[in-house]
């Protein structure tokens, strides 16, 4: 599972599928800011890795313009006609990345067809990248994309691998809305195998709309109307009026401090406040190894839960006052917990890093949610829509109960570390659940262990899924799970290795040398500089 770091004198861009970094490399090359090669990757990424993300997602980012970091929340609202109600007649057993969030629910809401369907942001955010931090034409960005849907890309293994969990999936699903995914993306009846050459026309068609038309055509124009249609004709609640609404938000990402380092994240609807507050707790302590990573986890990951929703329907406290960190901290202790939430009141993913030879750099996600979303597709258009409506609540005391314009509670969180005011680098870990988890195991790695980003990504994890329950790597040090069981951890050595996320990471070196970079070894994906 070794690789070796990467290491560039001007630029680097890194993500968890080969083509797509080599498009943003090209973009880099060509005179393109980190932005124009972060968003030529992510786009590129929506053909060459639809199962965890497709021009239907919503998206995050994280942008150093060289002095100052920006935040992008680029997800979408619910439609004006989904209530809580409606969802709840659908309700499902909790599965899936937010089992663990709603692993107290009776009910979850659905997370196939229509429903869970919110707008996408991913569009809209691409544009609104580049018209802040673009160089070169918008529709340039579209280039490589376009040519592999139209003409043909190989499919990498790690992506046939989920491609084919899909289809075994989409097997089972009755809906009526979901039945024309396999028209697009199973079209003999299973998924393609690594190697063979996969063509998505439709989706050639609808990325050459959105780049020639700045975006307008998705959110006013002719996939607009397309996908309105569709949803009227289907069952679905969407409308051209939900899509003509739509707008991104630029926001003042949070921050934690840890061992001289900040870590920021971006604020709720995220769930990055709760690596933040992992971040918070352990910095408190004079000491601490694995037990103490997990359980600090725990408490970020509780009060997240509880707490998290969209800020623009009602205030979010704050999870990182000092005195309410310290009063969490102190639950800390030397056995195995399950936390509930403080009352902070009374006191199938992409990830992408990009960074250009003038110091911008860029951290970015982007997802359909749960492997290939809602499983609704666009039929013409070659491309499914994001279920993020499945992160909704259904109690309707909770903060993130569904409503109609709501943005529902995202798992997907674009990382960022500094030390001192200045840029450390970009870095993500996919995976629902485990992104929090993927995020403070990363930075521990490198500020503690003083690891590079190739060698921080390889170290082997942990994760937490609910009550005691942990799972770890193969690889994981024995004395170290020995340790975690008598503590009273439930520990399971796991063989699959997907539930432990991907990431990558880019660095700055000192003296302005250039930079530094990693890329996910459980995964296909590359860093690729000059």
């Known amino acids: 599972m070794r690789r070796q770091p990467v290491y560039a004198p001007n630029g680097v861009v890194a993500t968890s599928q080969p083509l797509a970094a080599q498009a943003g490399l090209a973009v880099l090359r060509e005179g393109g800011s980190a932005v124009d090669a972060a968003v030529a990757a992510a786009v590129t990424l929506t053909v060459v890795q639809p199962g965890s993300n497709d021009i239907g997602s919503d998206l995050f980012a994280l942008v150093w313009d060289g002095q100052r970091l920006h935040g992008l929340n680029a997800s979408g609202r619910a439609p004006a006609a989904l209530t809580r109600e409606l969802l709840a007649e659908r309700g499902e057993r909790p599965t899936g990345a937010l089992g663990a969030a709603q692993a107290r629910a009776a009910v979850a809401p ?19 990248l580049h018209d802040r931090f673009g160089r070169v034409p918008f529709e340039r960005l579209f280039a490589d994309a376009v040519g592999y849907a139209e003409h043909g890309w190989t499919v990498s293994p790690t992506v046939a691998a989920g491609w084919d969990r899909a289809v075994r999936l989409h097997r089972g699903l009755t809906r009526a809305e979901c039945r024309a995914w396999a028209d ?37 124009g002719e996939i607009a109307h397309a996908l309105a249609a569709h949803a009227a004709a289907t069952g679905g609640l969407l409308t051209a009026d939900d899509l003509a609404r739509h707008e991104s938000t630029w926001v003042e990402p949070m921050r934690a401090d840890y061992r001289g380092f900040s870590v920021y994240e971006l604020p709720p609807n995220g769930q990055g406040v709760a690596a933040l507050q992992a971040f918070a707790l352990l910095d408190g302590l004079p000491g601490h190894g694995v037990h103490e990573q997990i359980e600090a986890m725990k408490l970020g990951f509780a009060d997240a839960h509880a707490y998290v929703a969209d800020p623009d329907a009602g205030p979010v406290p704050d999870l990182l006052a000092p005195g309410y960190v310290a009063a969490r901290r102190a639950l800390i202790g030397p056995r195995a917990g399950d936390p509930p939430p403080g009352d902070p009141m009374r006191g199938g993913t992409v990830y992408l890093a990009a960074a250009d030879s003038d110091g911008m750099m860029v951290s970015l996600i982007q997802s359909t949610y749960m492997g290939f979303g809602s499983f609704v597709v666009l039929p013409e258009y070659g491309f499914t829509l994001q279920n993020r409506g499945a992160g909704f609540s259904l109690d309707p005391a909770h903060p993130n109960v569904a409503a109609p314009g709501k943005r529902p509670f ?49 170290r082997p994890r942990w994760y937490w899924h609910t009550a005691r329950q942990l799972e770890v790597e193969p690889e994981f040090d024995p004395d170290l799970l020995r340790d975690l069981r008598e503590r009273g951890h439930e520990v399971t050595v796991a063989e699959d290795r997907s539930t432990f996320g991907m990431g990558q990471a880019i660095w700055c070196l000192p003296d302005g040398a250039g930079y530094v970079a990693g890329s996910e070894p459980r995964g296909d994906g590359q860093a690729a500089a000059y």
């Open 110 to 128: 659905p997370s196939r067809g229509w429903l869970p369907v919110t707008v996408p942001g991913a569009p809209a955010g691409w544009r609104d």
């Open 184 to 220: 697009v993306f199973a079209p003999d009846g299973r998924a393609p195998r690594p190697g063979e050459r996969f063509r998505n026309p439709g989706a050639a068609r609808a990325l050459r709309l959105i780049g020639g038309s700045h975006a307008d055509a998705f959110y006013h």
């Open 410 to 458: 995202h798992t997907i969180i674009p990382g960022f570390l500094c030390r001192d005011g200045a840029a450390v680098g970009p870095f993500g870990v996919m995976g629902g659940h485990m992104q929090p988890q993927g995020h403070l195991q990363l930075v521990l790695s490198t500020v503690d262990g003083g690891l590079d980003p190739q060698a921080a990504l390889t």
